[in-house]
């Protein structure tokens, strides 16, 4: 100890001090890391609820037009049926082709 005082140029360094400022560090950082993820979740489901909601109202205004056409309501529903089978049916095959491709990864 005397040694070190004794030298303006040398400092001594507690590994306590030392440890508890890096902790200090790492915890402002991580903090930080949670604020930003917490703020893109929230922004990113405030969108999607966003585009959910218009592609309801752009729908609704899509079949109040038809139906002003003369699309009659049996006609209407044949016509959703028709969509959501199709729908359906792409997303089977895009399953199929995926777990085909799982299966040669394996």
């Not at 507690?14 to 893109?40: C, H, M, N, P, Q």
């Not at 969108?47 to 109202?57: E, P, R």
């Not at 016509?79 to 799982?102: C, F, K, P, Q, W």
Request: aromatic share 8%; charged share 20%; proline share 1%.
């Amino acid at each position: 100890m005397a040694l070190i005082s004794g030298n303006p140029n040398l400092r001594l360094k507690i590994y306590d001090e030392e440890f508890s400022a890096i902790r200090g560090f790492i915890k402002a950082t991580t903090s930080s890391l949670y604020g930003i993820s917490a703020f893109v979740i929230h922004f990113g489901l405030l969108n999607m609820v966003n585009m959910l909601i218009s592609s309801a109202i752009v729908r609704k205004r899509e079949f109040a037009l038809l139906q002003a056409v003369g699309m009659t309501n049996q006609q209407l529903i044949v016509m959703i049926t028709h969509n959501n089978d199709t729908a359906r049916l792409a997303d089977r095959i895009v399953r199929i082709e995926d777990a085909g491709d799982y299966r040669k990864d394996a």
